[in-house]
């Protein structure tokens, strides 16, 4: 069954760990995520962003997939489905659809309209038992055409969204949405702090997980965050095995043009990541 978030971040933060929230895109990916966790015994978050909603066929489509999985792949670690970076009404969709948790990601709005509408949700997520994550500060890079520049936030913004209730906090501190440029300055620790220092016991979000260096992930968990976001580093690795798979001419032997063997490859690849991953962020072991 699928849970909401706040438990398993409110751990996370208590435990100086993160749970990593892993984008999903297809069966594929979900069934490799949750097995990973599953067998690493870790708690994890599968993340839509709208975009892959939209390619899934809608966020009902999403949770019955989900949910068939949890119950035929018998999982037992805890399982959030979370909605990424959505938009007000993407996040009344979601709630409606079934997700366990939503981002509402009001960080291009004036604050004074992010603090309207994020009110209004703490009180739809509150009376569902639904967790809710909210943005302050643009995340750098593109996401599904949502473009921010790496901006980092100000922690007195953060301490007003924080204030009303939000299970969880997404602030920017220098981090970029997929590859990391050459002359990228690093996450900004100062910033970090200061956002911890104002929030207090809020679990804080960390987007952007592909290409930040371990020792700068370990340190952010050191400063409070307790959720990380990966999805570039999977595609990568997925497409990198589907690349090698294809040029090795496997899919010309045999019956390797099924797509149950032009696919494994590079699910397996997902695993690896997905495990590499829940081993850095602390959370082997914590369901």
């Given at each position: 069954?699928?849970?909401?978030?706040?438990?398993?971040?409110?751990?996370?933060?208590?435990?100086?760990?993160?749970?990593?929230?892993?984008?999903?895109?297809?069966?594929?990916?979900?069934?490799?995520?949750?097995?990973?966790?599953?067998?690493?015994?870790?708690?994890?978050?599968?993340?839509?962003?709208?975009?892959?909603?939209?390619?899934?066929?809608?966020?009902?489509?999403?949770?019955?997939?989900?949910?068939?999985?949890?119950?035929?792949?018998?999982?037992?670690?805890?399982?959030?489905?979370?909605?990424?970076?959505?938009?007000?009404?993407?996040?009344?969709?979601?709630?409606?659809?079934?997700?366990?948790?939503?981002?509402?990601?009001?960080?291009?709005?004036?604050?004074?309209?992010n603090i309207e509408k994020?009110?209004?949700?703490?009180?739809?997520?509150?009376?569902?038992?639904?967790?809710?994550?909210?943005?302050?500060?643009?995340?750098?890079?593109?996401?599904?055409?949502?473009?921010?520049?790496?901006?980092c936030a100000d922690p007195?913004?953060?301490?007003?969204?924080?204030?009303?209730?939000?299970?969880?906090?997404?602030?920017?501190?220098?981090?970029?949405?997929?590859?990391?440029?050459e002359n990228w300055a690093?996450?900004?620790?100062?910033?970090?702090?200061?956002?911890?220092?104002?929030?207090?016991?809020?679990?804080?979000?960390?987007?952007?997980?592909?290409?930040?260096?371990?020792?700068?992930?370990?340190?952010?968990?050191?400063?409070?965050?307790?959720?990380?976001?990966?999805?570039?580093?999977?595609?990568?690795?997925?497409?990198?095995?589907?690349?090698?798979?294809?040029?090795?001419?496997?899919?010309?032997?045999?019956?390797?043009?099924?797509?149950?063997?032009?696919?494994?490859?590079?699910?397996?690849?997902?695993?690896?990541?997905?495990?590499?991953?829940?081993?850095?962020?602390?959370?082997?072991?914590?369901?």
């Amino acid at each position: 069954m699928l849970v909401s978030a706040k438990e398993m971040l409110t751990k996370a933060k208590e435990g100086h760990y993160a749970v990593g929230q892993f984008n999903i895109n297809n069966l594929e990916w979900t069934k490799a995520i949750l097995q990973t966790a599953q067998e690493l015994n870790s708690p994890v978050i599968l993340g839509v962003s709208e975009g892959a909603g939209k390619y899934m066929c809608g966020y009902k489509t999403v949770v019955g997939m989900v949910n068939g999985m949890l119950e035929t792949l018998g999982i037992t670690v805890p399982v959030a489905l979370h909605l990424d970076h959505g938009s007000y009404e993407g996040a009344l969709a979601c709630i409606e659809a079934g997700f366990s948790s939503v981002m509402f990601d009001g960080s291009h709005y004036p604050i004074e309209e992010n603090i309207e509408k994020t009110k209004e949700l703490v009180k739809i997520t509150g009376e569902k038992g639904i967790s809710l994550e909210a943005e302050v500060g643009a995340i750098g890079g593109e996401e599904d055409g949502v473009v921010g520049a790496g901006e980092c936030a100000d922690p007195d913004e953060c301490k007003m969204i924080a204030d009303l209730g939000v299970t969880m906090l997404a602030a920017g501190i220098g981090n970029i949405h997929g590859k990391y440029p050459e002359n990228w300055a690093g996450l900004s620790f100062e910033t970090l702090d200061a956002v911890q220092q104002k929030t207090g016991a809020m679990p804080l979000v960390l987007h952007g997980g592909t290409g930040i260096p371990a020792d700068m992930i370990k340190k952010a968990i050191s400063l409070g965050v307790s959720k990380i976001n990966v999805n570039t580093e999977c595609q990568l690795a997925f497409a990198d095995a589907t690349r090698k798979y294809i040029e090795a001419g496997k899919d010309l032997s045999g019956k390797g043009f099924d797509p149950r063997k032009l696919l494994a490859p590079g699910v397996e690849a997902i695993k690896a990541t997905v495990k590499e991953k829940m081993e850095l962020f602390g959370s082997v072991g914590k369901a």
